[in-house]
Structures are given as C-alpha cells and as structure tokens.
C-alpha cells in the first residue's frame, strides 16, 4: 500500500449527498480528501498503523453542514457572555427581560452600556396577551437608571433602548429618523425606546466601537459554536462599509481583517464565505457604485478557506415590522415598500435595478435580501435584466430570505440559474406571530420550500444567526414537518419537502450558493473531508427526533475540530 489513509470510518450510514443520494457504510480520508467511500472491504485496505478507525455503530455520516447565511462576528457578540441572551426560553416576559438588566447592572460600572439581543414579542407575555403592548423604556428605567442599554431584537431590524441611552443618543420628541428608519413614539409623542430598520444606526453611533479583540473573541466563539454543531462552512453575508453601523460594526470592514488574521494564525476552523456590504439601507445606485468601486479585493491567501464570492443589497425590511413590499396590504394596512432611496416606488424600483445592473456588470455575484412579494418580484426581474444586457454564464445571484416567493419570481429564478436562500428556523420561530401581521394563509405560505423546488430553483437554507440559533437539526426537520415553536401547529404542509432535499439545501446546494459544488457539499472522491457524524440513524429517525440528535464529530478539511468520542 502506498499510502494507508488518516481516518477512517466503518460501520455507519453515510449519507454521500451525491445526485442519487446514495448511502455506503465507510469512508476514508487521506492528506484532507476522501479517498474512498464505499463498504467495509472498500476501504478496510486503507487503514494502517497511524490511521484513525472510528465505528460509528449505525451513526449517521454527513458532509460537513453549511450554514449560507450566518452573521460570524454579530452572532457570537449576540450570545453570552457577550451579550445577554433574550431569547425564548431564557426570558418569557418583559418583567425577565428587566430583571436580566438589573441583575447585569449589578455587575458592571455606572455608566456602561449593557446589551442584549433576541427578543421577541411573541414570545414576550405581555405583548402576547396584548399585541399593542410594544417594549418601552419604562420597562428597563426603573432597573438601570444609571446605564444606557440597548437590547437588540431577534431579527436584527428593532432595537430596545432606556432612557439613559436616548439621552446619551441625543434622541428626543424632535428627532428626526435616518432615512428607511423609524422612531417610534407614544401617542404624546415621545420616543418609545424602539427604533426600527434605518433608525438603529442612531444607537450604534452612539455606542463604543468594537474593538479588534472583542471583534476576535466573538468570532472565535462562533466558530467553537458551529464546531459543536457540525456546521464547516458559512456566508458571511455582508461585511463592508454598509455594516459599520450595524451591531457596533460587527458587519463593517474591520471585521473581515480579523477574519484574515485567523485564517493566517490557523484559527479559523470552518470555511467563510463573504458578501460585501458596500452601502446600507436607503442607499442611492450612485451610493452604492462608488462604494463598490472601492472595495476589497479578496478574502484571504486561501480562497478555499476565505473568499469574497459577491456583494449584498438591501432591498425592503421584514414582515414582522411591515417594511415588507407586499402586493397586499397587511392585516391593518400598508403595504411596506423598498428600502433604497427614491420619493416614489417607482423610483425606488429604478434604483433597485441600477444597483443590480452594476454590481452584475461588474461581475459581481448578488445576493439580495429581500422578503416582501412585491419586492422580490421586482428583484427577480432586475436580475433578469441585468443578465440580459450583460450576458454572464453562471452568475449564480440570490434571493436572500425570499419569504413570499411568486410563481412568477420561482420561474424567472429558475429559468436564468438564480437561487433562493431561506430560513426554516426563522419559520419555525415566527409562523405563528406572522398570522397577526399578513393573515393565516399568507402565514403559512411564507418560505415556500416545496413550491420553489418543484419550480426548479436552487434552494439553500441559513439560519441567519443571530437571528435564530444556528443548529441545521431544527431547520431540517422544520422543512419536513412545517410545524411552529411556540404552538407546534403546522403551517403550510403543502410546504413540506422531504428528508433529502432538506439535507441538500444545507450541503450541496448551499456549496452551489459559494461556486463550490465541485469540490465540497458531498462525500464523494476527491471532495476535501467536511464531515459530520450525527449520533444514530438520521434516514429512519422521527423527524421530531432530529433536533436532539447529538453531532459527535465534526471534521474540517480532514482536521478534527469537535470530538465527543474521545471526551
């Protein structure tokens, strides 16, 4: 034997992912490939005195998860001991979210801001009860006269301050919102203490930058996080000059340098992929071309392991703060509209198309978050357009959320080569709170997984961390069972896809999404060792089952970078 192999796994199912999805029982791995998938006597030959012989006793053996739409930096400053965690369950009421800040105002200097992110009002008591009931600062005054405080939401596009940081912020009745943004005020109009979309950027410029370190130990956290959950390969999607004011600039430009400094100190334990961020929201095309223009070059020294693939642009808001673009109206009125600037939708419309046309032209991928139907309508033939005057092969430009995909968007889409990247943990997280904003149909539609696969389109699935946890397991079985968190009712079976073609959204065509499909996203020959070992058998498990299912090895590039099996 030339050359015995470096680790070698006997005995499982491993789930290669390839175009037939077929299973074998072994696999092997040598300098960082797989060298051989197959049964037992395939690769027994392999192994030799320095090889690594795992049993994996029926254990489930995946490609290494990647996770498409992952914010590295803002996720681990999200999560403690970084930032209170807000989430449900850790806080089901606005009463637990004020004593989480008093009990942290006990515990750092007068004066100090104190941050957390991830809550949620539907997951809040007195919100639930009461819809029109909103978080205030007068809910966190009483507990942290002394500290500014600002707590982020679950979905990135509203933050909760107090009094201390409206005063430090320079906000009052007065105020003006930043374009695309909104203050809210009381009926005698006073702020609130919520700031949605565009009007974050007033806290954040008011908060101490982050710093290198800070930048460092919330990606290093991350990337232990992901390590423990099998996920080897993420988009970072959007980090540049648009992000600068965005979580204390964990989405800004320095960002990526830390990036590049942990891929040459060895430290960077999974595969990054970056969308740059050149402008933010209710941004002008002629904004966003100038920005663009100044740009970084690349990622790293190793584009296997960092890589810029493309930019982002945002085109409309959430539902859940009706910045939306719907064709309908929600539930109360108002359709939203397109967050870039311009007086009219019309205007709007053409700027949106500017920015892609440019970025297309350029030779840019595009990935373009966009969630109402109206907007993604628009989005989609603004990608057409673009692809018709400047003809590329492959460009492989996204939709990014994609929540209310039309048939017509589904069919431009998937006739151009253009994908969609969506969040089934989002979906579990919010199908029930949704129902009160765009109704119980529209509700269950959103993130329609079977729809958009049966209409040829390219589906890849991201947690959008730290908007929801980044654990794959939740995701698949919500794209196989369509049932929510709060209340586990279904929402829209019609909805539902299988096992498998949940697995390719986190694996290959998520490799699809990075130009990477050639070489990572299945255990086939030749294709580097992301791998991912999931304690029992994931083909015959209750989908229920999948998200406790325990992932015991992750392996990197043939590195072992998460091991129970030895713990």
């Known amino acids: 034997m030339d050359a015995y192999a470096d680790l070698v796994f006997l005995g499982g199912r491993v789930v290669t992912v390839d175009a037939e999805f077929s299973v074998a029982s072994a696999l092997a791995v040598t300098d960082g490939i797989i060298s051989d998938v197959g049964e037992r006597d395939d690769v027994a030959p392999l192994v030799g005195p320095g090889t690594r012989v795992v049993d994996l006793r029926g254990a489930t053996l995946l490609p290494g998860i990647n996770d498409s739409h992952l914010h590295g930096c803002a996720f681990g400053m999200a999560t403690p001991p970084l930032s209170l965690d807000l989430g449900h369950p850790a806080v089901s009421s606005l009463a637990d979210v004020a004593e989480a800040v008093r009990e942290a105002a006990g515990r750092v200097p007068d004066g100090r801001w104190i941050t957390g992110h991830g809550w949620d009002p539907g997951y809040l008591h007195e919100c639930a009860l009461d819809p029109s009931r909103q978080p205030s600062r007068h809910d966190l005054d009483a507990v942290s006269p002394h500290h500014p ?30 374009p695309g943004g909104a203050v809210v005020v009381d009926e005698a109009g006073e702020p609130t203490g919520l700031l949605h979309e565009g009007a974050q950027a007033l806290v954040q410029n008011a908060l101490p930058p982050l710093g290198r370190q800070e930048r460092t130990d919330a990606i290093r956290s991350t990337l232990a996080t992901l390590a423990r959950l099998g996920v080897t390969s993420y988009t970072e999607p959007g980090l540049g000059p648009g992000g600068d004011g965005i979580m204390r600039g964990a989405l800004g430009t320095q960002t990526l340098d830390v990036y590049r400094r942990l891929l040459a100190d060895g430290e960077l334990t999974a595969r990054v992929g970056v969308l740059l961020l050149p402008t933010g929201m209710a941004s002008t095309a002629e904004e966003f071309a100038r920005a663009l223009t100044a740009r970084a070059d690349s990622g790293g020294t190793d584009p296997r392991r960092l890589a810029i693939h493309g ?33 009219t939708d019309a205007e709007r419309v053409a700027e949106i198309h500017a920015m892609i046309r440019h970025a297309h032209a350029a030779g840019h991928q595009l990935g373009v978050h966009v969630t109402g139907d109206r907007a993604i309508d628009t989005v989609a033939d603004a990608f057409a357009a673009a692809m018709a005057e400047h003809p590329r092969p492959d460009a492989r430009h996204y939709v990014i959320h994609g929540d209310f995909l039309t048939a017509h968007s589904m069919k431009v889409l998937a006739e151009h080569g253009f994908g969609v990247n969506m969040n089934p943990t989002i979906k579990w997280t919010v199908a029930d709170m949704e129902e009160a904003f765009v109704g119980p149909g529209r509700a269950a539609y959103a993130w329609p997984y079977r729809a958009a696969l049966d209409a040829g389109v390219r589906v890849a699935s991201g947690s959008d961390a730290p908007v929801t946890h980044p654990d794959w397991r939740q995701g698949v079985a919500t794209m196989v069972l369509r049932e929510s968190k709060a209340a586990g009712r279904v929402s829209g079976p019609e909805q539902r896809i299988g096992l498998a073609e949940a697995l390719r959204t986190y694996t290959i065509d998520a490799a699809w999404q990075d130009f990477a499909d050639d070489w990572k996203g299945s255990l086939e020959r030749g294709k580097v060792a992301d791998l991912c070992v999931l304690d029992g058998d994931l083909l015959t498990a209750d989908p229920h089952d999948i998200p406790s299912m325990p992932v015991v090895l992750t392996v990197v590039d043939g590195q072992v970078v998460h091991d129970a099996l030895r713990d």
């Open 149 to 178: 405080v600002a707590l982020y939401s679950f979905s990135g596009h509203a933050t909760w301050v107090n009094s201390k940081a409206l005063e430090l912020m320079g906000v009052d009745r007065h105020t003006v919102a930043p």
């Open 311 to 343: 930019v982002k642009v945002f085109a409309d808001g959430i539902v859940p703060n009706k910045t939306a673009w719907m064709h309908e109206p929600y539930v109360g009125g108002g359709c939203g509209s397109l967050c870039v600037g311009g007086e």
